[in-house]
């Protein structure tokens, strides 16, 4: 069967090859909530690293706060997602994004027809109709690109997530600090497609044999979080990082 598969050498414009959506909250200068749609993030243990245009609204928010809201949308929110997409909260619209159609808008909670989710430990709120919502702080940045005409156009920004909160039915059953991965639905950015995980599990991974506790002394943090239920936002109250940091 080898033999049939052939490979043809391609020079893509983006390698968006599958990555979950992001939304991300700052805090403009003047106090209010900017949200900026993205999806070139990873994370390792509670660290998280975001790829960021340096001129963008979120970016200069970032690197002037150091705090931050990443809320995970489901994929049955891409309403919600593509009305604030080409939006940005720079004005005038910064003219590397003018050619792309962008447009200036204040406030995206309102646009995108989202709640916002009062945060415990930073300033900006998550967004309450998100699944998964994470608290994060500015641990390093990094330009990228370097030795590049274009080094310092884009910036890596590793985050720490403090606190991390969740729809209550993503609770694995038994488990306080576990997300149930068949209950969990990620809206994934695909070559600037949204796409989704409806057809669940492709077969048993060998990988979730391991206890995910096994994992938590890299984290730096305990098992312990808070009991308490935010009704209004109906949001399990999840992980905190402990002090030791």
């Not at 068949?182 to 077969?203: A, N, Q, S, V």
Request: glycine share 6%; net charge negative; hydrophobic share 35%.
């Amino acid at each position: 069967m080898s033999s049939k598969i052939v490979h043809e050498e391609i020079s893509p414009a983006i390698l968006y090859v599958g990555t979950p959506v992001v939304l991300i909250s700052t805090e403009n200068l003047d106090g209010s909530t900017n949200i900026g749609p993205m999806s070139s993030a990873w994370w390792l243990g509670r660290g998280c690293v975001l790829g960021l245009d340096r001129s963008s609204q979120t970016t200069q928010n970032l690197l002037r706060t150091k705090q931050c809201c990443l809320s995970l949308p489901s994929d049955n929110m891409a309403a919600n997602v593509n009305a604030i997409a080409k939006t940005t909260g720079t004005y005038p619209v910064p003219e590397s994004k003018q050619g792309r159609d962008y447009e200036f808008v204040k406030d995206k909670f309102q646009r995108a027809r989202l709640t916002p989710l009062p945060s415990k430990i930073v300033t900006p709120p998550g967004i309450k109709e998100c699944p998964v919502v994470m608290e994060a702080e500015v641990v390093a940045v990094h330009d990228m690109f370097g030795g590049r005409v274009v080094e310092g156009l884009i910036v890596a920004i590793e985050v720490r997530v403090q606190r991390v909160s969740i729809h209550r039915e993503l609770r694995m059953q038994g488990h306080r600090n576990r997300i149930d991965p068949d209950k969990w639905k990620p809206m994934i950015m695909m070559f600037c497609e949204l796409m989704g995980l409806r057809d669940g599990k492709l077969t048993h991974s060998r990988l979730a044999e391991i206890e995910e506790e096994m994992y938590r002394p890299f984290t730096e943090t305990t098992g312990e979080v808070e009991d308490e239920v935010d009704e209004f936002a109906e949001h399990v109250v999840g992980l905190t990082a402990s002090n030791n940091q």
